[in-house]
């Protein structure tokens, strides 16, 4: 197999990895409204608590108090804070 065959037949399987990640997230509850909820407490959590950690577990253990489920929460809280950070930028 060639460099560039070979290049080619991993960027299908990523993709399709990618694209089942995605859909299985979505399928257990992420959506705009779930990030848009982890941003609030996003900034709640800047303005309160003091480390990086306790940030993001604090909006984690809102989110899944709220009845998400704990791996939407934590991915809805990294998108949150990426998002936060760009606007910092």
């Not at 253990?61 to 990426?82: F, M, Q």
């Amino acid at each position: 197999m060639s460099f560039w065959s070979s290049l080619t037949s991993l960027c299908g399987k990523i993709d399709s990895i990618t694209k089942h990640s995605l859909g299985y997230v979505v399928e257990k509850g992420l959506s705009d409204e779930v990030v848009k909820i982890a941003l609030v407490w996003a900034r709640v959590a800047a303005k309160k608590v003091l480390d990086n950690k306790g940030k993001r577990d604090f909006v984690v253990y809102t989110l899944v108090n709220k009845g998400i489920p704990e791996s939407v929460a934590r991915i809805a809280t990294e998108l949150a804070v990426n998002i936060i950070k760009r606007e910092l930028q």
